[in-house]
C-alpha cells in the first residue's frame, strides 16, 4: 500500500464517521431534542468543536501539504498506519455511544456531554499524536 493510499483510506474514514455525527446533531437540534431549561445549544457544538474538528483539521492540513516523492512510496510503518485507523474507529464509536445514550438517560444531555469531556480528551490526545506521527512519517521516507 503506498502512502497516498494510506491516507486516502484514513482521511476517508474519518470523514465518514464525523459527516453521518454532524448530520445527526442537525437533525437532533432542529427537532428541539437540545431545546431544555437552562441549556444552551452553543455547548453542544462547543462540544463537537472540541472533539471532532481537531482530529479533521489534522488530516485536511496534512493535505494541503503539496505532493512529496513520498506518496508514491510503500507504508514504512504498517503499526502507526493500523493503530491510527483502529483508534479513530474506537473513538468513533465512544463519540456516537455519548450521543446516542443521551436519549435514554434522565440526566441532561449538556451534563453527559461535559462528564464525556473527562475521557474524550484523553482519547483524542493519543489518537492525535498517531495520526500526527503517521502523516509526519510518512511525509518524511
Known amino acids: 500500500m ?54 479533521i483539521t489534522l488530516i485536511a492540513g496534512a493535505w494541503t501539504v503539496s505532493t512529496s516523492p513520498s506518496d508514491g512510496k510503500p507504508v514504512d510503518n504498517f503499526m502507526v498506519f493500523w493503530a491510527a485507523i483502529g483508534m479513530s474507529v474506537f473513538y468513533f464509536v465512544v463519540l456516537y455511544l455519548v450521543i446516542a445514550s443521551q436519549a435514554s438517560t434522565t440526566q441532561n444531555w449538556s451534563e453527559s456531554l461535559k462528564e464525556s469531556a473527562l475521557y474524550l480528551g484523553l482519547f483524542q490526545g493519543a489518537i492525535i499524536a498517531v495520526i500526527g506521527k503517521f502523516f ?6
Open 2 to 55: 503506498t502512502v497516498r493510499t494510506a491516507r486516502t483510506i484514513l482521511s476517508v474514514l474519518w470523514l465518514a464517521f464525523a459527516a453521518p455525527l454532524l448530520l445527526i446533531l442537525i437533525v437532533r437540534q432542529l427537532n428541539g431534542f437540545y431545546d431544555s431549561p437552562g441549556s444552551d445549544i452553543r455547548e453542544l457544538w462547543n462540544w463537537v468543536g472540541q472533539f471532532v474538528l481537531p482530529g
Open 136 to 141: 509526519i512519517e510518512s511525509a518524511r521516507q
